[in-house]
Every structure is written in C-alpha cells, then in structure tokens.
C-alpha cells in the first residue's frame, strides 16, 4: 500500500491509548485526514512534541486500507510551529477557535486548497502583530464562504435587491434584507462592517484590512453556531476573554 505524503496544518491532537496521538490534520489535495500516530507521548519520541500545538504545520505520511476509519501516520516533520501562540491567552485561544471551525466545515476526505492556504494564512497572521479579533473574523467569514452558507450582504435575502448603504438582519436568521422586506427595529449592519467584508475579499488575513466593529463579529458567531449544528466550544472560549 502506497503511502501518502504532504504539507498539512495541524487541527486536533489527542492523547489515544497509552502513548498514541489520535491526530485530525488538514491538508492541500486530501482535506481532513485523522488517524493515529503511533508513539508519539512516548518519553523517547520526538513526533509528539512536533504535533503538540494546533494550527502547526507539519509535513506528514500516511497510509489507509480501503475498511478502515483512521489512517495511520507513518512519518512527521514539523515546518512552521505554532508554539509562539501559546505566549498570549488570546492568541492561542483564537487559533483553537480557527481550528474547531475548520474541522467542523471542512469536509473530510475531499480535496481542500482553498482551505489548506486558509489554515497557513490564518496561522501566519497569528504569529504576526494581526489582533486576534481580525483574524477569527476572517476566518468565520472565509470559512462560512468555503461552506456556501454565507449570506451575501450584497442582495436582500428577501426581494433579491440591493440593500444598500444599511444592511439590515432578518430575525431569528441573520440574512441580510433591504430597509422595505426588513420588519421594525430589526439590527443592521453598518459601514464600518461592510467595509471589512470588502477588505476580506482580496486581502489576506495579515492585512491591510480593517478592524472588524463587535457586531459584526456577533452577528458571524451567530451564523456559525447556526451552521454548525453542534456545540463550538473553542469559539465559546474566544467570547468569555473578549
């Protein structure tokens, strides 16, 4: 069996049996692969520490019969560390929030590129002087992209129709509406929002791009937790420290 070999981002660690890793990685041409890497909390093996910190990136090898639920890794190298993160409480919480999203709306087993140069850019971004606020923005609005669930501000939910400078919200939904389809006292989206969505079309998450406002970070917290059908309790984390 011919064993697989690329660049992946690093998702979810967790101890398995005594001294094996259950490891969920994300890479560029198979997506989310999991499977176990064995040894790896052994005393005298390095690969743990290698796969230790979320959001890594880690060159891995693996193989997977055809019946089996978790391939097993063979080989692992560490590229770019994410242990800097664990210096700033925020920092690190934000980058477990980005990889709980990732994993809850990347499909497992399907080519990712899109994805994958997320995961690096956002991981880059952290590691830089970007706030962590600008970075979870961006990811919620790429991922929720990525996902097709996304509302486009850019059309009422309702009529189809542009809406305008004003983007107000649908109750209960969170669609965007025009001022005529939206009932009494429904919330908005300002300027200063949109204008990040825009940024976020074109630039990376190191920027330049603008602070996002709070309620627009609300407002893509709620999409996601519609979304994802379970709980996201690395997002819940980011939302107590704010």
């Known amino acids: 069996m011919d064993?697989?070999?690329?660049?992946a981002v690093v998702l979810e660690p967790r101890p398995y049996r005594e001294r094996d890793l259950l490891l969920t990685v994300l890479g560029e041409a198979h997506g989310v692969v999991r499977g176990i890497l064995r040894g790896a909390r052994g005393k005298r093996h390095a690969r743990g520490a290698a796969t230790a910190q979320i959001l890594s990136l880690v060159t891995v090898s693996w193989f997977q019969r055809p019946t089996a639920e978790l391939a097993t890794f063979t080989a692992i190298e560490l590229d770019c560390s994410s242990y800097p993160l664990a210096?700033?409480?925020?920092?690190?919480a934000t980058a477990a929030a980005v990889a709980e999203l990732l994993l809850t709306f990347c499909p497992a087993g399907e080519p990712a590129p899109q994805h994958f140069r997320l995961a690096r850019g956002l991981l880059d971004a952290?590691?830089?002087s970007t706030p962590p606020e600008t970075v979870l923005a961006y990811a919620l609005v790429w991922i929720l992209r990525l996902g097709g669930v996304f509302p486009d501000p850019d059309r009422c939910a309702a009529c189809g129709s542009p809406p305008g400078e004003r983007v107000l919200l649908a109750p209960g939904t969170g669609h965007p509406l025009c001022g005529a389809c939206a009932p009494p006292g429904a919330a908005s989206l300002g300027r200063d929002a949109l204008r990040f969505l825009e940024a976020s079309r074109t630039a990376p998450p190191s920027g330049p791009i603008p602070p996002p406002p709070r309620g627009l970070l609300h407002w893509l917290?709620?999409?996601a937790r519609d979304e994802a059908h379970r709980p996201l309790r690395a997002l819940d984390m980011v939302e107590r420290l704010s």
């Open 3 to 7: 064993a697989e070999t690329e660049s």
């Open 87 to 92: 210096g700033s409480l925020e920092r690190s």
């Open 126 to 128: 952290l590691l830089g």
């Open 221 to 223: 917290k709620r999409l």
